[in-house]
């Protein structure tokens, strides 16, 4: 019974026209998802779990970093999030002592006055 609720409330939360008015209700306080504003049954928390989740992975479909496929089924979207999750963690950036002070990456910053830029024309 439970996981009949949460297939319709994944097959909710992936359509476009959840997905716009969650996108929109972000930018538009007065748009709102539910009558009630406040004490969300765990029915409307697991609904907005999902809405955040199906936006992150339709996000990753339009960045070209996942393709449609993944939206089949259930299992490819999981798997891929599982995956994405993991691989986020293990990336974590370079971090280099100079100078005293910690660098991390490796971009660095220069100012230029303009007397300076002036001196080299």
């Known amino acids: ?17 959840f997905q716009n008015l969650y996108s929109l209700s972000k930018d538009m306080p007065s748009l709102r998802l539910f009558e009630n504003e ?11 779990r ?4 199906y936006s992150s992975v339709l996000l990753d479909i339009a960045l070209g970093d996942v393709d449609e496929l993944v939206l089949d089924n259930d299992i490819y979207t999981d798997s891929y999030m599982l995956y994405k999750t993991k691989k986020d963690k ?4 370079k971090m280099n002592i100079k100078n005293d002070r910690e660098v991390i990456g490796g971009s660095k910053w220069i100012f230029k006055s303009k ?3 002036k001196k080299n024309q």
Do not use: C, E, G
């Open 115 to 117: 007397m300076n830029q």
């Open 90 to 93: 293990n990336i974590t950036p």
């Open 38 to 48: 406040r004490d969300f049954t765990d029915i409307q928390m697991s609904f907005i």
């Open 1 to 17: 019974m439970i996981n009949d609720v949460y297939k319709y409330l994944r097959l909710l939360a992936r359509s476009n026209y």
């Open 50 to 53: 999902f809405l955040n989740y």
